[in-house]
């Protein structure tokens, strides 16, 4: 048997949407990204919502949005993917690289006061797997030391921390849409906000600092009361990015949506299967403390102090595996910003990903976990 590690669960409702969009004829930025936007805010309870191609430029463009002062610094844990971190240098700002709490892997509150210090502007917790960074207890901490706060929800799509999505805790939450992720559009992000004042400018960032997009412009051209509209017309007044989601993404992300609750929920049941089938193993425990209730999981994983070796034989039952992730101290691009981070360099050794989606069958599981068993008593 061969068991994938992720794998987008996509079928007729995105087929039939991407055949209207191509019978429009309008495949770029368009109707269908705005409709996107709105429903994506609705489902989150945000005001406001951006699409752009990649959690990537969500990041990048939640940072910029801020306006700190140039060479501030940006609160980063030290794990999670290269983007929360890439995000601050490409603003021309400076990651400071924070420890991770060692139960549950994300931002660690007491390391996170240990090292803010007042040139600090932002902090970026991760929802590490998907889950939930305190985000009350850091909201309080941020607020003290007047730090903005992104979300990066990269991993916890429709995730809810103690009756709010994740997402609406902080000023600006980012979210991928990127293939292996809760939900996908292929490629893609969204920004969202209770402060739209804050993300509306980047509708221009995302669309190479145009102020006006081609739909709209194109909607003028057809508009009989408006035959001496300049229809063409557009000023650019920022250097911004070709970062815009498009109608084809849109079209798969609407559809998407309508099945993220449903997608989260069989991921928590296969978790639940997960955390029985390896409750009696002595050398093998639950990555996280999984609280199977509200909270969306993007990673199913486990800790073993023979990591390397269980991966090699995981890989000879054809069982994928992954590392989510090294410290990101740990790489050459960050070296100059490394801090002292011992629980993010200790833990990592320890950390595998296990196979986690929808489409995963228990009888997969099973395997799964029969491999991992038989590791335990080998
Ligand atoms: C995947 C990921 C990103 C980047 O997402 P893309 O949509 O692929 O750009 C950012 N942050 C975290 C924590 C991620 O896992």
Same mark, same amino acid.
């Given at each position: 048997m061969q068991v994938r590690l992720f794998k987008p669960c996509v079928g007729e409702e995105e087929l039939a949407n991407i055949r209207s969009v191509f019978e429009r004829g309008w495949l770029g930025l368009g109707p269908l990204v705005e409709q996107f936007e709105k429903e994506w805010s609705e489902y989150l309870g945000a005001t406001a919502s951006v699409g752009v191609n990649s959690a990537t430029a969500a990041l990048h463009l939640a940072v910029t949005a801020m306006?700190?002062? @140039?060479?501030s610094k940006v609160l980063v844990p030290a794990i999670t993917f290269v983007s929360t971190a890439t995000a601050a240098l490409y603003n021309q700002l400076v990651p400071v690289f924070v420890d991770v709490d060692e139960? #549950?892997?994300?931002?660690s509150l007491e390391d996170l006061e240990r090292k803010v210090t007042s040139d600090c502007a932002i902090v970026m917790p991760v929802h590490m797997g998907g889950h939930p960074v305190p985000m009350d207890d850091l909201n309080q901490i941020a607020k003290r030391h007047k730090l903005a706060v992104i979300e990066d929800c990269a991993h916890c799509a429709g995730g809810v921390y103690k009756g709010k999505k994740l997402g609406t805790w902080g000023d600006i939450g980012c979210f991928s849409f990127e293939e =292996? =992720?809760? $939900? #996908? #559009?292929?490629d893609g992000g969204m920004i969202s906000s209770n402060r739209p004042e804050l993300i509306e400018p980047l509708r221009a960032y995302r669309w190479v600092g145009i102020d006006k997009d081609t739909w709209k412009r194109s909607a003028k051209y057809t508009s009989a009361d408006e035959m001496? @509209?300049?229809?063409?017309y557009y000023e650019v007044n920022v250097l911004g990015y070709k970062y815009n989601m498009n109608d084809l993404m849109a079209a798969i992300g609407l559809a998407q949506l309508r099945k993220l609750d449903q997608m989260n929920e069989r991921r928590r049941q296969i978790i639940r299967r997960y955390l029985d089938g390896i409750a009696s193993c002595e050398r093998i425990r639950p990555l996280f403390p999984y609280q199977l209730v509200e909270n969306a999981y993007w990673i199913f994983g486990v800790r073993c102090g023979e990591r390397d070796r269980l991966i090699l034989h995981l890989k000879r039952k054809g069982i994928a595996t992954g590392v989510h992730? $090294?410290?990101? #101290? $740990?790489h050459p691009l960050f070296r100059k910003y490394a801090s002292k981070v011992p629980v993010a360099e200790r833990v990592w050794e320890t950390i595998i990903t296990l196979p986690l989606f929808p489409d995963l069958t228990d009888g997969e599981v099973d395997y799964v976990v029969e491999a991992l068993q038989t590791f335990d008593r080998g």
């Open positions: 306006r700190v002062p @140039a060479g139960d #549950t892997l994300s931002i =292996k =992720k809760c $939900m #996908t #559009t292929g001496d @509209a300049r229809h063409w992730y $090294m410290p990101l #101290t $740990m």
